[in-house]
């Protein structure tokens, strides 16, 4: 059971923390329990009825009203808002819900009926891509456990990993062209990579998938034995700005006379100097136009 903050649920919820206390004083809806010290901290069924509180709110449901549901209520009336994927906040929220549960069944149900009704790839870019950077966030404030953050992104992993089995049993190349996809040093974060793997072999590249902390050294002898027509790379893990910018010269530096992909919640948050070869990813369109000009 972790323990949570007030701030810890502004964060993680969206509500004011002030909310939050005149929630409780108000309705009951969460009672803090307090430490010797007499401060006030929350637990993981707490967090979870305020993420559940917040979707109904701002779904047009009354205060007055959510804090009249048992918990049975309340999770029914969310899991019909889940069933519109109009509302991707909806979907996020849920899937948070799902990652403080460690709830495989509620994240698949999530995930199954959005991909129904929007597509693979845009399930992927309007929820999980969001989601993911949410909860980076708080991953790297401190606010959520790395447990929780592990669990939900090797469920992620394994749809993308599926998806590109899937895809390699027709994968038919349209030419010769090679694009080299890895994470440079001290990344671990697999998923974007995957999913813009992905989208290279639909698109019939042929993709030389290196995964997760490559050196830039091993990134040359790679190359050296199989010719590349561009990289893909991605920035998550925290840095500072000048090291994120030595660290993009180097790569574009190393392998001259190729364009390199960028992505990720940094190169978003950070907003970088860029090298001038090097070209930001923000969509799989925009990915797509870039390939049909290699």
């Known amino acids: 059971m972790a323990f949570y903050s007030i701030k810890d649920l502004e964060k993680i919820s969206g509500i004011k923390a002030h909310t939050i206390r005149i929630w409780e004083r108000r309705y009951n809806l969460i009672e803090p329990?307090?430490?010797?010290?007499?401060?006030?901290?929350?637990?993981?069924?707490?967090?979870?009825?305020?993420?559940?509180?917040?979707?109904?709110?701002?779904?047009?449901?009354?205060?007055?009203?959510?804090?009249?549901?048992?918990?049975?209520?309340?999770?029914e009336r969310v899991i019909d808002l889940c069933l519109d994927t109009r509302n991707t906040d909806v979907q996020i929220e849920s899937l948070l819900v799902s990652m403080l549960e460690m709830d495989e069944g509620k994240f698949t149900n999530v995930l199954t009926n959005s991909i129904i009704k929007l597509g693979f790839e845009s399930t992927v870019e309007t929820i999980l891509f969001p989601f993911l950077d949410r909860i980076g966030i708080l991953w790297q404030a401190g606010?959520?456990?790395?447990?929780?953050?592990?669990?939900?992104?090797?469920?992620?992993?394994?749809?993308?990993?599926?998806?590109?089995?899937?895809?390699?049993?027709?994968?038919?190349?349209?030419?010769?062209?090679?694009?080299?996809?890895?994470?440079?040093?001290?990344?671990?974060?697999?998923?974007?990579?995957?999913?813009?793997?992905?989208?290279?072999?639909?698109?019939?590249?042929?993709?030389?998938?290196?995964?997760?902390?490559?050196?830039?050294?091993?990134?040359?002898?790679?190359?050296?034995?199989?010719?590349?027509?561009?990289?893909?790379?991605?920035?998550?893990?925290?840095r500072k700005q000048e090291e994120l910018e030595l660290l993009m010269s180097e790569i574009a530096g190393s392998i001259p006379d190729i364009p390199v992909y960028i992505m990720g919640l940094q190169i978003k948050e950070m907003q970088p100097k860029i090298p001038s070869r090097c070209q930001i990813i923000t969509s799989s369109k925009d990915f797509k136009n870039l390939l049909n000009q290699l």
């Not at 901290?41 to 109904?56: F, P, T």
């Not at 592990?150 to 993308?160: E, Y």
């Open 33 to 75: 329990e307090r430490t010797a010290t007499n401060i006030r901290y929350y637990n993981d069924d707490d967090l979870k009825r305020i993420l559940n509180v917040s979707i109904l709110n701002q779904n047009g449901y009354k205060i007055s009203k959510i804090a009249q549901m048992n918990e049975a209520q309340l999770r």
């Open 143 to 238: 606010t959520i456990n790395p447990a929780q953050e592990h669990f939900i992104s090797n469920l992620i992993r394994q749809k993308l990993i599926v998806a590109i089995d899937n895809e390699m049993q027709n994968f038919i190349p349209k030419g010769d062209k090679n694009i080299v996809f890895f994470l440079p040093e001290n990344e671990l974060h697999e998923i974007g990579l995957l999913f813009y793997s992905l989208i290279a072999r639909k698109e019939g590249y042929n993709v030389v998938y290196l995964g997760a902390s490559v050196p830039t050294e091993d990134l040359k002898v790679v190359v050296d034995v199989r010719k590349a027509d561009a990289l893909f790379t991605s920035f998550v893990a925290a």
